[in-house]
């Protein structure tokens, strides 16, 4: 049986590391009766939220006590940029821009599916699972990174209820609507062709950004005994594309070569006349998550952790032909 790897992702340590190798830190005395509060509101950090992450910075330069000593010079990260993108749910709503290597980048995500049409469906344990809640949470997650390294992100499937989810089983409701909030028609030519026109509409006003990057996000349907590896399309004339994809599958390979070496990756990339990529303007990669009807393939988006990998990973690969993509 195959095993994924399960990885956490947390911001507060993510800011650790990042405020440690890259001495992303200015220097402030103490006045006299300072304390903490005072002291961080005075240089524009939230004791509510930053407070452990300055201690932790600055470890070892405290009192016997813990406290503040007056006159010495502490570290004081730089201030983090936040975004605040409510469609991410309460819980992650606000977005901590950890760098700006995506600045200038403008990337599209769609989650397939959505309002009338669950996509592809499946079951495991009694529960029923459908393609597009589980694209979507992972689009989500995705939009998150993407935004924290300073991109601009354009989710063009909206749920106004679900944000990022932790849960296993995700409850299937159909009250998606399509950017900026129009309901999403039952008939898959016209739910197609609403989706694209918003894309188009928005590249049109985009068009000072040199990288723009359409990522359409699937699960398959297969029989219970067929297990894919992540795998994509592109327009059969899209260099820019295929490039993409080119990136995002060495990114998934690289990933297992590392967590899971004895596995192996078999994710392919080909062309596809889809209407998608063939009726959009900005350069874009389809991808199929796996089967939504095989056990191996459902532990890859079942669980939270897996989703979060599989975004996170799908973001750098974007990050890198977008670094590419800038050196050119």
């Given at each position: 049986?195959?095993?994924?790897?399960?990885?956490?992702?947390?911001?507060?340590?993510?800011?650790?590391?990042?405020?440690?190798?890259?001495?992303?830190?200015?220097?402030?005395?103490?006045?006299?009766?300072?304390?903490?509060?005072?002291?961080?509101?005075?240089?524009?950090?939230?004791?509510?939220?930053?407070?452990?992450?300055?201690?932790?910075?600055?470890?070892?330069?405290?009192?016997k006590n813990g406290n503040l000593i007056a006159g010495k010079r502490y570290k004081i990260p730089l201030r983090i940029l936040t975004h605040q993108v409510s469609i991410l749910g309460?819980?992650?709503?606000?977005?901590?821009?950890?760098?700006?290597?995506?600045?200038?980048?403008?990337?599209?995500?769609?989650?397939?599916?959505?309002?009338?049409?669950?996509?592809?469906?499946?079951?495991?344990?009694?529960?029923?699972?459908?393609?597009?809640?589980?694209?979507?949470?992972?689009?989500?997650?995705?939009?998150?990174?993407?935004?924290?390294?300073?991109?601009?992100?354009?989710?063009?499937?909206?749920?106004?209820?679900?944000?990022?989810?932790?849960?296993?089983?995700?409850?299937?409701?159909?009250?998606?609507?399509?950017?900026?909030?129009?309901?999403?028609?039952?008939?898959?030519?016209?739910?197609?062709?609403?989706?694209?026109?918003?894309?188009?509409?928005?590249?049109?006003?985009?068009?000072?950004?040199?990288?723009?990057?359409?990522?359409?996000?699937?699960?398959?349907?297969?029989?219970?005994?067929?297990?894919?590896?992540?795998?994509?399309?592109?327009?059969?004339?899209?260099?820019?594309?295929?490039?993409?994809?080119?990136?995002?599958?060495?990114?998934?390979?690289?990933?297992?070569?590392?967590?899971?070496?004895?596995?192996?990756?078999?994710?392919?990339?080909?062309?596809?006349?889809?209407?998608?990529?063939?009726?959009?303007?900005?350069?874009?990669?389809?991808?199929?998550?796996?089967?939504?009807?095989?056990?191996?393939?459902?532990?890859?988006?079942?669980?939270?952790?897996?989703?979060q990998a599989l975004a996170m990973w799908l973001s750098e690969g974007i990050q890198e032909n977008y670094l590419l993509f800038k050196k050119k």
């Open positions: 049986m195959i095993r994924y790897i399960l990885i956490s992702f947390t911001i507060f340590l993510l800011t650790i590391n990042s405020l440690h190798a890259q001495k992303n830190y200015e220097w402030s005395s103490v006045k006299n009766g300072e304390g903490f509060n005072s002291f961080l509101l005075r240089n524009h950090i939230s004791p509510a939220t930053d407070l452990e992450s300055f201690k932790e910075l600055n470890k070892g330069r405290f009192t309460e819980d992650h709503q606000t977005v901590k821009q950890m760098d700006t290597t995506m600045n200038g980048a403008v990337i599209y995500l769609v989650a397939g599916h959505g309002g009338p049409d669950p996509g592809a469906v499946g079951t495991i344990a009694g529960h029923k699972i459908t393609e597009d809640e589980y694209a979507y949470d992972i689009v989500l997650r995705m939009g998150k990174e993407l935004l924290s390294h300073g991109a601009k992100v354009h989710f063009i499937i909206q749920d106004p209820d679900d944000g990022i989810r932790d849960e296993k089983y995700l409850k299937p409701d159909k009250d998606e609507l399509c950017y900026p909030s129009q309901r999403i028609p039952r008939k898959h030519t016209p739910r197609l062709r609403q989706r694209a026109a918003a894309i188009n509409i928005l590249a049109r006003n985009e068009k000072k950004s040199t990288y723009q990057r359409l990522i359409i996000l699937h699960l398959d349907s297969r029989g219970k005994g067929n297990s894919t590896d992540v795998y994509f399309y592109h327009h059969a004339i899209s260099r820019k594309g295929k490039n993409l994809a080119l990136a995002l599958q060495q990114k998934m390979k690289d990933k297992y070569d590392e967590f899971q070496p004895n596995r192996g990756y078999e994710g392919t990339i080909g062309t596809r006349k889809l209407y998608m990529l063939q009726t959009t303007t900005p350069p874009s990669v389809f991808i199929e998550l796996g089967n939504i009807n095989n056990h191996n393939d459902q532990i890859r988006f079942l669980k939270s952790e897996n989703r």
